[in-house]
């Protein structure tokens, strides 16, 4: 994609647009990984191990011409090792974990990683904004909050981990220089990885034909593509500002139940998306200080 140098002059039309097509992703990716775990098509290791795997293949593929040109991509093992903790610990939360509790205690991890980074980096929010932030983070747990109950202690754990390894993920992402070739490298070294987590599973194992469709259709989209889109849009974005529009995704995949799940519409999920849409607008709205260099 492009290079730290044009990043910089990106207008913020096409950060936007970016942007919103890595939510987007990312909310598909929660419906999927609900759909086959939630149902139990199949088990969480092979689930995680399918999922990279196949994002593999396909930005193997799709990186080939880049590759070809003799080009290559700064190996990060840091932000490997954070997608591989991410995929695994993610998919063994939801398995006891409610889908409202889980959301919240994943971008509860991902909001508290990345602003403790953003500010640390000298960004600043002002009052308007920090009430904004407010009011999303409101929003979503009225979203969540029929739902939530007394998580497994466990299961918590393993969440909260997965919000912390995203939430470091997404902000090593802001150091590359090509988001396709940076997120191919990712899960190239992720996949030895996952199969020794599915080897230690094997007990375990259960896939049906649907399953492993769906977790292929997770790898593949809505993470392989997706989170190289995100990285794409992190270059004009702020770790304050990234980590409070993933507020969004319960939201959109709370709408995405609706139109693929037949899922009711309700007025809480009308109000609650009000009050986090809402609050991200306060927030994207209002002035921040600029972080400093390095």
Same mark, same amino acid.
């Given at each position: 994609?492009?290079?730290?140098?044009?990043?910089? =002059? +990106?207008?913020?039309?096409? $950060? /936007?647009?970016?942007?919103?097509?890595?939510? #987007? @992703?990312? %909310?598909?990716?929660?419906? !999927?990984?609900?759909?086959?775990?939630?149902?139990?098509?199949?088990?969480?290791?092979?689930?995680?191990?399918?999922?990279?795997?196949?994002?593999?293949?396909?930005?193997?593929?799709?990186?080939?011409?880049?590759?070809?040109?003799?080009?290559?991509?700064?190996?990060?093992?840091?932000?490997?090792?954070?997608?591989?903790?991410?995929?695994?610990?993610?998919?063994?939360?939801?398995?006891?974990?409610?889908?409202?509790?889980?959301?919240?205690?994943?971008?509860?991890?991902?909001?508290?990683?990345?602003?403790?980074?953003?500010? =640390? +980096?000298?960004?600043?929010? $002002? /009052?308007?904004?920090?009430?904004?932030?407010? #009011? @999303?983070? %409101?929003?979503?747990?009225? !979203?969540?909050?029929?739902?939530?109950?007394?998580?497994?202690?466990?299961?918590?754990?393993?969440?909260?981990?997965?919000?912390?390894?995203?939430?470091?993920?997404?902000?090593?992402?802001?150091?590359?220089?090509?988001?396709?070739?940076?997120?191919?490298?990712?899960?190239?070294?992720?996949?030895?990885?996952?199969?020794?987590?599915?080897?230690?599973?094997?007990?375990?194992?259960?896939?049906?034909?649907?399953?492993?469709?769906?977790?292929?259709?997770?790898?593949?989209?809505?993470?392989?593509?997706?989170?190289?889109?995100?990285?794409?849009?992190?270059?004009?974005?702020?770790?304050?500002?990234?980590?409070?529009?993933?507020?969004?995704?319960?939201?959109?995949?709370?709408?995405?139940?609706?139109?693929?799940?037949?899922?009711?519409?309700?007025?809480?999920?009308?109000?609650?998306?009000?009050?986090?849409?809402?609050?991200?607008?306060?927030?994207?709205?209002?002035?921040?200080?600029?972080?400093?260099?390095?």
């Amino acid at each position: 994609m492009s290079s730290p140098g044009q990043s910089d =002059k +990106r207008a913020p039309t096409h $950060t /936007a647009w970016l942007t919103l097509a890595a939510l #987007l @992703a990312f %909310a598909a990716n929660s419906l !999927l990984c609900r759909l086959a775990l939630g149902r139990e098509l199949i088990d969480a290791a092979s689930f995680a191990t399918v999922r990279v795997v196949s994002g593999a293949a396909v930005l193997l593929v799709l990186t080939r011409p880049w590759r070809a040109s003799g080009a290559s991509a700064r190996t990060d093992l840091s932000a490997a090792l954070m997608l591989f903790l991410y995929m695994v610990f993610f998919s063994f939360a939801y398995l006891s974990l409610d889908a409202g509790t889980g959301a919240l205690i994943l971008f509860g991890a991902v909001q508290l990683s990345m602003f403790a980074m953003g500010i =640390k +980096r000298g960004e600043r929010f $002002t /009052a308007p904004a920090w009430t904004g932030l407010a #009011l @999303a983070l %409101a929003g979503l747990v009225y !979203l969540v909050s029929p739902g939530v109950s007394a998580p497994d202690l466990l299961g918590a754990g393993l969440m909260a981990i997965a919000g912390v390894a995203w939430g470091a993920y997404s902000l090593l992402g802001k150091k590359a220089a090509s988001a396709l070739a940076a997120t191919s490298s990712n899960f190239l070294y992720c996949v030895p990885l996952v199969v020794v987590v599915s080897l230690f599973f094997w007990r375990d194992r259960q896939a049906s034909p649907e399953g492993l469709l769906l977790a292929a259709a997770s790898g593949t989209v809505a993470s392989a593509l997706g989170y190289a889109v995100w990285y794409a849009a992190l270059a004009g974005l702020t770790a304050t500002r990234a980590a409070t529009l993933q507020l969004a995704v319960p939201v959109i995949a709370a709408f995405g139940g609706v139109l693929l799940l037949s899922e009711p519409v309700t007025w809480r999920l009308l109000l609650a998306s009000v009050a986090t849409l809402g609050g991200i607008a306060i927030v994207l709205r209002a002035r921040t200080g600029k972080p400093r260099p390095g």
